[in-house]
């Protein structure tokens, strides 16, 4: 009888593949490599944004491997359009049977690899390598909560960013305006604005405008702008939403009424933010310090930075990156030596750069990013990257839950209506809130 | 003249071209038959069905990519029902897909016939050219581009458009022209390969009976009602099922130009899952959306086929 053969040979076909498709999602699978007896390789997964990364993270275990002759260090490029993706992709390759030892997280990603029981927290080695004490006291307490999620440290950071404003000295110098100071606030950033949203082609309609910030991100959009508003989209648990707060709507409120004015664009990704703050078309916008990346290569120096202005209180936001030791190590005394060496003086100095070829973050350790002045990387103010999260209250923690891919991409979706006049932005961050409901869960 | 339904074969033409007693096959064709289409039947094998049973597999569980997955039944699917956003998405998927189709096919058409008017042949080259470039691009290319021009308030569309006096357009921030912005890139990314078929077609059917159709009497008209249509009848077909799977499963275009938005006005299904699989984490989900949405296209395939029985003419 054939066809009683061929139902079972489908079922078993299916059910290979259900086996297949399930089998490697097993975060207690055994590891695919050899044993920890002898073994001295490691495997490290990153996000490959771009050159940069790529041409970073070999330096880096090029280095460790010079240090370390013995090691054989394997890099595994993930891509990604950004954090969020990169996660989805990095987990799609952990479960596809993969075991890295390490793997760059930034803050955002904090409490996605915790809550999937995916990172070794180093709290133990923080406690017993005697190098581990002199690192910390070097690295600013804000980058060391930014990655401690319910008393777990997961990693150091060995690079990070905060958001500040760039504006184009060149547009500033033309209209005749004062660099801003670092005590300006809300009123004085609209006033500085305003003065530089120019119709240059007698249009009757601005071709040139004050500020932007980019659509597509929250860190470098609405975030700096809620915390200097005093408030977050988050509780402090990270466990509840907290998008329709009285300050919350203040800031988006703050936002949309730049756009109503014609002081600022329809908000645009930040890749075009930063052709449009090049050529003049936008004088500010948001950033941490990976734009200078972009800018100095394309031989673009007529810029510097500001703290972004104070509302009813000042914050830093910023985020950090990482290498926490994954759980799926075989060695993870060897991937603790690695976490270290990326936070060592010798790769520490790859962030700073030089001025034809800059660092596109900000080094951790503060012994190293003070030189940045010191060897000429523009802009001229940039001290003020570290000082911001030295010396200024910071934005702690990340509002940043588990599914922080599904969070920013449901805040963004609400916000691209209601800048786009389609909600009033009471009824658009009611709407959120309720949305975030389902998903800002612990 | 002759009309469309009288070029229409009669039931007893069949006899006429009927098969005959089978010729006996070479043998050793069979063997090289298999040697040709095992690359074929291989790829086809690992890169569409056996994602497809996984897919369907996954359908029934819960899964995070990161944790064990948990057998749920039918959940899943119950689901759908459930999903608030996800009609909307459907109808927004449906809005554009119909849109696209109806230029490649429409405008295809019109735009094959004129490239088959006369004209120098270096024009011809030109034109040909220019409407295959695109289809040759990367879609993310392209919509990057296009984002670009269409800014509401700093592109070139809006520029020029402005130098006519007409008001700036949101083309990409509003929930009315976010998804016309995603029609007209997709459209004139695509409609080259619609034309490129559409010629095709065009220069198979034969000079005679146009020619013989002109000393008739007949009109431009009625020689592209008469002959032209029926004889491409079949080109229209393929390129209408080609058309409604490929405008359906745009994913490139909605998110890098409007990421979907605002809110979900110019979101497609195929995004839509995405976000659930590679957002939310929740393979299972995402797999009974791609499972049910899969249905939905070979349902519309075979009304298509169905229809086409009325319409379509071969030779």
Redesign the interface.
Known sequence: MNVPNRKVALACATAALAVTALAGCSSDAAPSGSSASGDKSLEIVYWNYGPAAESGNKATADAFMAAHPDVKVTLTPVTGENWGTYYANAATLIASGKHPDLMVISGEGAQFVHSNNLVQPINAYLGKDPEAKAIVDDIAPGLINGFTVKGDVLTLTYGWNDMVVYYNTDVFEKAGIEPPAADWTWDDFKATAKKLSKDTDGDGKPDQYGFTWASNEIFPGIMPWVANAGGNLTSDDVCTATADTPQVTKAVSFLKGLIDEGISPAPMPMSDVFTRFQNGQVAMFGAGRWPIATFLPAGFKAFDIQLYPKGDTYKTVFGGAGYPILKSSENPDLAWEYQKFTVSNEIEKQYVGTPGKPGDSIPSRRSVAETISKVGVPPANSDLYYNSIDKYPTLVPYPAPAKYSTFESTVLRHLQQIFASETSVPDGLKSLQGELGGIVTC | MTTSSTLRPEAGDRTVTGPGPAAPRPRGDGAAALAFLTPAIITFLVFVL?PT??V???SF?N???????TFVGLDNFARLFKDGRLLGVYGSTTYMALAILAVNVVLGLLLAVLLESRMPSWLRGFFRLSFLFPFVVSASAVALIW??LL????GLVNYLL?LAGVD?V?W????AFAPISVIMVNSWKTIGFSILVYIAGLQSIPKEMREAAIVDGAGAWTRFWRITFPLLSPTIFFLVVINTINSFQIFAEPRVLT??????SSRTIVEYLY?R?????DLGYASAIGITFALVLVVLTAVQFWFSRRWTFYS
């Not at chain 2, 699989?277 to 984490?281: E, M, R, S, T, Y």
């Open positions: 056996a049973a996984g369907l597999v996954l569980f899964w995070n990519l990161l944790s064990d997955g984002r670009f800014n509401k308030d700093l402005g700036r949101d990409l921030g509003s929930s990421q979907g938005g605002p809110g979900d976000d699989a590679f957002g939310d984490f």
